[in-house]
């Protein structure tokens, strides 16, 4: 039966913003073990005073973004006789369309510029609508006096459609899947592993152009050509907690020691370029995640 149904009225005084924004949500047991959930939600976003984007000479307020969202999922629990080791299995699917995003300003290639607008790609998006979608998987393990764990799986897409195109968005990741197992060794010490693995964010293919500089005079510059064309390489690393407990009367005493990345994997995160004026040559140095510590 229907679970809540709801809405929200708001009004922003600086962009002159009236919005209404109703949603429900649902679930249907129509199994002793088995739900399925239904979501829906029309949401209006108004641009914040303190979100102006002063700092890219854009002193405009724009109006509330619209967006609808649905999310339909079902949720199985699994019988204690089950010979599967699994207590639960979850699938979502969801859709998010955003009719009017604002402008955004990105940087496409670097990954940690403290000053990003000052960098020559950035740039100025102004997507015509946006769609975030996808589809997600958690298998929850059946517990044991020693062992937990859950596999969650992610197979998505956020795109921004600008000037009659499909692009990716800088967070746009097809595939991530996510592993964690926990280990009682003993009373009181534990051991928990936890593996990532997501696609490779989007980046933009750069070529290079001699051109006229203000005096007149050729120059070498970097172009920046298709917008997220191109991927960076798959991010994924393991990470280890070992942790020792000791309960007392008034809490628990918890020591641990975590180990990130402990197979130090060289995760590129972003793209340095590197120009020779005099030669023309361009070339690229990976700006990289944390590695082992």
Not at 51 to 63: N, R, T
Not at 112 to 134: L, S
Not at 250 to 265: E, L
């Amino acid at each position: 039966g229907l679970d809540d149904a709801g809405v929200s009225y708001d009004r922003h005084t600086s962009t002159d913003d009236a919005v209404v924004s109703p949603r429900l949500n649902a679930a249907w047991a129509f199994a002793k073990s088995t739900v399925l959930r239904f979501g829906w939600g029309r949401f209006l976003q108004s641009q914040r005073v303190h979100e102006l984007m002063i700092e890219d000479g854009d002193d405009h307020l724009y109006p509330a973004e619209r967006s609808n969202q649905w999310v339909v999922g079902v949720e199985h629990l699994g019988a204690p006789s089950s010979p599967l080791p699994v207590s639960s299995v979850r699938v979502e699917a969801y859709r998010r369309r955003v009719s009017n995003p604002r402008p955004r300003y990105e940087i496409l290639l670097g990954a940690f510029d403290p000053f990003p607008e000052g960098e020559f790609d950035r740039v100025r998006i102004e997507p015509e609508r946006a769609t975030a979608q996808g589809l997600e998987v958690l298998v929850q393990g059946r517990p044991t006096p020693k062992v937990q764990w859950f596999v969650n799986y992610t197979l998505a897409s956020t795109k921004d459609r600008v000037g009659g195109r499909e692009i990716p968005r800088s967070i746009d990741q097809r595939h991530a899947l996510n592993v964690d197992v926990n280990r009682r060794l003993g009373q009181h010490w534990n051991v928990n592993l936890a593996w990532v693995y997501r696609t490779g964010r989007p980046t933009t293919p750069l070529s290079i152009e001699e051109r006229p500089d203000e005096e007149g005079e050729d120059e070498f510059v970097p172009v920046l050509e298709s917008i997220n064309g191109r991927r960076l390489p798959n991010y994924h690393r393991l990470d280890v907690r070992l942790s020792r407990d000791w309960r007392r009367p008034s809490g628990v005493i918890t020591f641990f020691v975590d180990a990130h990345n402990v197979y130090d994997r060289r995760n590129v995160a972003g793209l340095d370029v590197k120009l020779d004026e005099e030669t023309g040559t361009l070339g690229t140095d990976p700006e990289l995640w944390p590695r082992f510590f």
